[in-house]
């Protein structure tokens, strides 16, 4: 009797797998995705933000509450907690204010709930069936954006150090990866090209020894390209067949316009910045949406705390300067790299993929910052 029962639970197994599969009209995510929490609320007055009914003209209160973040920050002081309502908002944040030693603020999603903060383009998200269309004489399924974004052409040079501004380029600066970005329903990432003749490349076979002076194109996934001259972003998420992978390969939809994506492209905006601030306490969000420049940029802060976070991206998704006290628990940073990635694609024939830096480069008349990550 027991034969019967070993192959019917490995049949439902294998049924249950192929659901979750289906569940995703791109790639099985490659960890589990967050969901909101039921964390209690704590002491303190209350705010509220809503991207969906919200109003920065309104008094902030849960009948009542604002749509912006960046707004809602301005408006807090000492114990007061920021309740972000299930949604998304398109937000770069900059904290512009501290709490005190035993009454931090807090910026966490309403119990329940998930808050997202998103700093790309909400059009390649919400509407994608009318932000692509198919690329002229382009490789196969290679669609290019109907708008033009001319503000992605400007290349600040920055004064923080990241990783996608720092990773040497030797005489190559005008491939730098300007896009990046993640599939909407999955969150795997999307490989950031350097090259159009990589993104319409079909061996996804190259010289590892040639490195930068491989000519020929490498297909490394799907993923974005923009193109500098005519100011638009092209995409392909055609197939990917290294034998090697088996289903880690990309069998997905090849259509862009019927797929949520993720796409940011402005140079050194960080998705939340944390300048000079202290006793901030950051619970239960997720953070996405970052091009070349850190997903989350902490400097010169001190007793910040982060709980229950998702990111996804960033160059580096951590960046961390002149900071003591800072506090991780239950959180996660997912990286740049797809299932079909290797480090040589990402270091070579992308954006090297850095979760987490941290630097000391401050005056040593203050004390030694002290980084500790916990588990």
């Not at 204010?97 to 383009?121: K, Q």
């Not at 690329?135 to 600040?156: D, I, L, N």
């Not at 940073?333 to 480069?361: E, I, N, Q």
Request: net charge neutral; with cysteine.
């Amino acid at each position: 009797m027991s034969r019967p029962f070993l192959i019917s639970t490995f049949v439902i197994a294998v049924l249950v797998c192929q659901a979750r599969a289906a569940e995703f009209r791109s790639h099985p995510p490659m960890r589990p995705l967050p969901t909101a929490s039921d964390r209690p609320l704590g002491q303190g007055p209350a705010y509220f933000v809503d991207p969906a009914r919200g109003d920065d003209a309104h008094d902030g209160s849960e009948a009542r509450p604002w749509k912006s973040i960046n707004h809602a920050l301005r408006q807090l002081a000492p114990g007061d907690t920021l309740l972000l309502r299930g949604g998304t908002f398109y937000e770069h944040l900059v904290v512009p204010v501290s709490g005190e030693e035993g009454r931090p603020i807090t910026i966490r999603s309403y119990p329940g709930e998930l808050a997202i903060v998103d700093g790309g383009l909400r059009e390649f998200y919400e509407q994608p069936q009318q932000a692509w269309q198919p690329a002229e004489g382009g490789a196969s399924h290679e669609y290019v954006s109907t708008k033009t974004y001319p503000q992605f052409a400007e290349r600040p040079i920055l004064d923080v150090f990241v990783a996608n501004g720092w990773e040497p380029f030797h005489g190559k600066e005008e491939q730098r990866p300007v896009v990046l970005g993640n599939f909407g329903d999955s969150l795997v990432p999307l490989h950031g090209y350097r090259t159009l003749a990589d993104l319409r490349d079909d061996s996804m076979l190259w010289d590892v020894d040639a490195k930068f002076e491989n000519e020929e194109g490498v297909y490394c996934g799907p993923g974005l390209w923009f193109n500098p001259k005519t100011q638009r972003i092209h995409v392909r998420l055609a197939p990917t067949n290294l034998a090697g992978l088996g289903d880690g390969n990309y069998q997905g939809e090849t259509d862009p316009r019927k797929l949520p994506l993720v796409i940011s492209g402005p140079y050194g905006a960080d998705v939340l910045r944390i300048n000079g601030v202290r006793n901030l306490v950051i619970q239960d969000l997720v953070l996405r949406g970052a091009s070349g420049s850190p997903l989350i940029n902490i400097y010169g802060a001190d007793q910040i705390a982060f709980d229950g976070v998702t990111a996804y991206g960033g160059a580096p998704g951590l960046l961390v300067n002149a900071t003591g006290n800072l506090k991780i628990v239950n959180s996660a940073f997912r990286s740049l790299a797809g299932p079909w990635s290797s480090r040589a694609s990402m270091k070579y024939r992308g954006t090297p993929s850095y979760v987490v830096m941290s630097r000391r480069s401050q005056p040593w008349n203050h004390r030694r910052p002290r980084l500790r990550l916990a588990p």
